[in-house]
């Protein structure tokens, strides 16, 4: 089944408010095997939004409208509707007495307009909106659903959830569909896919694949539709299963798994512990460490040293280092985690020093240039990388990296 979403209100295009509700019902019918072939916002405009609906019959067979349902004298889109499906509006009384309670219950008058809301078209099935006072509106044209639903998300939600997707699954016209996600760091999109080529060229017709890149990793998506939902996992399952000889030392994790919280199982499972020393990431690593639930059993805290003088002073690094390498070096970051591992008596210790940028820097250290030591019974080892002007950018990839590069060593060294 393939699916269209308008979104309707003047709101959306000037940019007053944020399309939430398309991505919202989007991952929704999705994850129901049920296709968004495009995303249309139109204005209230009766012409504009008979035009859409015209143009989405004849491309799926799914059409999704928000919006325009209100009281108001520019909300539309149920007089537009009529017109569309050549019929006219009637009293709904279970929709009247709910609205009535409504107000009722809230110790509010209710007014002529919003009595008028209890008013629906005559070819309509009523949906009942036990949030709002708007009711959604099935309505079926040749062999294309249109489904009204009101703009306010929670209202929106409910409507998806307890009304509409249960009728189409009992439809039988959608198809299974199985997604999973596949989490890498440490290697960029174009250098994925050249190392995925002979792979991707060798999926099923069935299954899809897209790269998803971002600061914090590079996402692959596979996805598969068909008939059956125990065979579409099977089969995502065993490609999954044949990425992990190809690029099995990027993988951190699947779906919704966070590095931080990979990170973290592996030293509670061994019951080791971590502590951390910042400058350049300025707190960002240690945040997404204690975003992760039970951290207090392997996290015993950290020390955010921006300046040379609390390098020293807390952590210990030598004048020496930091007069002949630089606060921007392996040296530096070594003896950053060295120090703070001495401190708090840690399994391991992860420490970061760089340029964030978007000035500072130098031709011998350009703006990204970050050093990245991690210590631990094995040893200390420091990493380099050079990232590029975006300060933003920087400190999540330079936190992502060092998770990444204490994940690999905790896995190596235990």
């Not at 190392?195 to 890149?213: G, H, I, M, S």
């Not at 099995?248 to 061994?270: P, S």
């Not at 964030?356 to 990388?385: E, L, Q």
């Amino acid at each position: 089944m393939k699916a269209e979403i308008i979104t309707i209100g003047d709101e959306i295009l000037i940019g007053q408010i944020i399309d939430t509700n398309s991505a919202w019902i989007a991952e929704q019918f999705n994850l129901n095997g049920i296709e968004i072939y495009q995303i249309t916002s139109v204005h209230d405009d009766r012409i504009h939004i008979l035009e859409s609906l015209s143009a989405a019959h004849d491309r799926v067979d799914l059409v999704v409208l928000t919006g325009g349902l209100g009281p108001t004298r520019d909300d539309i889109t149920k007089h537009t509707l009529c017109e569309y499906f050549n019929t006219a509006l009637q009293f709904h009384e279970p929709t009247f007495l709910h609205i009535e309670n409504l107000f009722r219950n809230r110790n509010l008058p209710m007014g002529r307009l919003n009595r008028d809301q209890a008013m629906v078209p005559v070819e309509c099935t009523v949906l009942f909106n036990r949030n709002g006072t708007a009711p959604g509106m099935w309505f079926e044209k040749g062999n294309t659903i249109f489904i009204s639903l009101p703009g306010v998300p929670f209202e929106m939600k409910d409507l998806i959830s307890n009304e509409v997707l249960p009728r189409l699954k009992s439809s039988g016209r959608t198809r299974a569909i199985c997604h999973r996600t596949v989490l890498t760091q440490g290697i960029g999109e174009s250098a994925l896919a050249e190392k995925l080529d002979n792979w991707e060229n060798n999926l099923p017709p069935e299954v899809k694949v897209a790269y998803l890149p971002g600061p914090m990793a590079v996402r692959l998506r596979l996805s598969a539709y068909g008939d059956s939902e125990a065979q579409l996992i099977d089969q995502i399952q065993k490609k999954m299963d044949e990425l992990k000889p190809i690029i099995g030392e990027y993988i951190y994790g699947y779906d919704d798994d966070q590095l931080a919280g990979v990170v973290g199982n592996l030293l509670k499972e061994r019951g080791l512990t971590l502590s951390v020393a910042e400058s350049c990431t300025g707190g960002y690593l240690s945040h997404l460490i204690t975003s992760v639930p039970g951290c207090s059993q392997w996290y015993l805290g950290s020390v955010t040293a921006y300046s040379n003088k609390v390098k020293m002073k807390v952590l210990g690094v030598s004048e020496e280092a930091l007069n002949k390498f630089g606060a921007v070096s392996g040296e530096v970051a070594c003896e950053m985690a060295e120090g703070i591992k001495s401190a708090l008596e840690t399994d391991y210790a992860v420490a970061t020093t760089g340029i964030a940028g978007p000035d500072g820097g130098s031709a011998d250290k350009p703006v990204g240039t970050v050093w990245i030591a991690v210590s631990g019974p094995g040893g200390v080892r420091a990493y380099k990388f050079v990232f590029d002007k975006n300060r933003g950018r920087n400190i999540i990839r330079s936190a992502q990296s060092a998770l990444q590069h204490l994940r690999r060593i905790i896995i190596e060294e235990n």
